[in-house]
């Protein structure tokens, strides 16, 4: 019998009461359950108007099977993950992070705080579909327990990061989980601190939950109103985290990460970096210049990328993991060490960014049916490798396809993993490169989606 896959790139994800539903949690609960067996699982949400009808029923599933609750509320993702580490035998996000506030969504972490594996959440789910759960007797039911972590959570970042500093920071909080944490963490790290969209609201009144450019673009001039040190904007769950600079500019994400990586490998003499399968070469070029190596994971898996690589950091778009800290993404590590790092180098963000090469980036969907996404993958990759066979130094096939360059450009195409779409990204050495590539790869991806509609082929 074939069933539909209910874990995406990021746990559970979708329309609430469509896709998400409270049976849905419930059968969860019950899953994490049986899989644990015994023991105790944290639990936490975002804000959500929605949250909390899923968090009551994922916790009706867990106690049915006998285990014990812990409820943290309404908290950021990461402080959940690092609660889980410190309480928890597992825990569950009732969040769909970034997603517009229609969805809603699970996310389940192991008792590191990690993110649940490939295979474990294959595991949920053959125990969700086989229905084969754990049933305990009434006098095994166990009670739930309330926690407020929040202070402990920002005391451990605080120790973590080490650090007193002077700067001015404007906060946008996308009026999600992060407001109950980022605010108080910086003050108590002794910035003056503006805070924007800071207070709790499930239906993101502010601006779009997603940090991208195009939803936070009106920083960039309040940062030069302000005269601030440094914008930071979060998502809806407060795993994800955006930057301007102190002259308004975006601070691209592949730059954030290059930075990062570039400050782990000089600490470290050297290392493995893990980052996602559509990053681009500017922090390949900085970890190899500190003596490291980058290996490259589909979206979705840096934890695993970590426990295979032993990386001393990992990321992907807007999304860091200090694994020092704990192997789970976590953004309020990120903003502190971002402002240690500015204090302590003596240069301001845009003086710091000047020092990570120089990329040429272009991102583009080209609208495909599901059913079409294999074989026009597999056309495209055919064509493409046939245009650019004496420029190819690597392929990488674990997300579509990625054709690494010999002078440093590279383009990828690969399936989105939510949307009835192709997603092609093209990074070139120089803009001219970088057109020339994109027409390239988009041309051929649509011919063949084009083909395949026309043909009426699967």
């Known amino acids: 019998m074939i069933h539909v896959k209910l874990f995406g790139t990021a746990g559970i994800r979708g329309p609430i009461n469509e896709k998400v539903t409270a049976d849905l949690a419930l059968k969860v609960g019950k899953s994490l359950g049986t899989y644990i067996r015994e023991g105790r699982v944290t639990v936490a949400r975002d804000a959500r108007t929605s949250s909390i009808m899923l968090e009551n029923a994922l916790v009706s599933g867990l106690l049915s099977t006998g285990v014990e609750v812990v409820e943290l509320g309404l908290i950021p993702t990461p402080a959940l993950a690092w609660s889980t580490k410190q309480l928890g ?176 490998v000089e600490e470290h003499g050297g290392g493995t970096v893990v980052t996602s399968i559509n990053t681009g070469s500017r922090i390949d070029k900085v970890v190899e210049d500190g003596g490291g190596k980058v290996y490259r994971v589909p979206l979705g898996q840096p934890h695993d990328g970590i426990k295979r690589y032993n990386a001393i950091f990992a990321a992907e778009p807007w999304k860091l993991i200090h694994p020092k800290f704990g192997l789970w993404i976590d953004s309020f590590v990120t903003m502190g060490l971002l402002i240690k790092l500015i204090d302590e180098s003596g240069k301001s963000l845009s003086e710091l960014v000047k020092e990570i090469p120089t990329y040429y980036l272009i991102k583009k969907n080209v609208k495909c049916p599901e059913e079409y996404k294999k074989v026009v993958l597999d056309m495209a990759q055919h064509e493409l490798q046939k245009a650019l066979r004496d420029e190819i130094k690597e392929v990488l096939t674990i997300s579509g396809f990625r054709f690494n360059l010999i002078d440093g450009s590279w383009v990828l195409v690969r399936p989105s993993g939510t949307e009835p779409k192709i997603r092609v990204v093209v990074e070139g050495v120089t803009e001219k490169r970088k057109e020339e590539l994109f027409k390239l790869a988009y041309e051929i991806v649509s011919k063949a989606v084009g083909r395949l509609k026309q043909s009426g082929q699967v």
């Open 89 to 264: 035998d597992a825990g569950v996000m009732i969040t769909a992070s970034h997603n517009p506030p229609t969805d809603n969504g699970i996310k389940v972490f192991n008792g590191e705080g990690i993110e649940f594996y490939l295979e474990q959440e294959e595991e949920l789910e053959r125990i969700i579909f086989s229905g084969e759960y754990k049933r305990a007797a009434w006098d095994e039911i166990k009670n739930i327990r309330r926690r407020d972590i929040i202070d402990d959570y920002i005391d451990a970042v605080l120790d973590f990061v080490n650090h007193e500093t002077r700067l001015k920071v404007l906060l946008d909080e996308a009026n999600g989980a992060g407001s109950v944490v980022a605010p108080y963490l910086l003050r108590e790290m002794g910035a003056k601190v503006i805070t924007i969209n800071a207070h709790p609201d499930g239906h993101f009144p502010g601006r779009k939950p997603e940090p991208r450019y195009e939803n936070i673009a009106y920083l960039g001039p309040l940062v030069k109103e302000l005269g601030v040190n440094l914008a930071i904007a979060q998502d809806g769950d407060a795993d994800r985290i955006a930057v301007f600079d102190e002259k308004g500019n975006y601070v691209d994400e592949d730059t954030l990460i290059a930075l990062f990586a570039k400050l782990y």
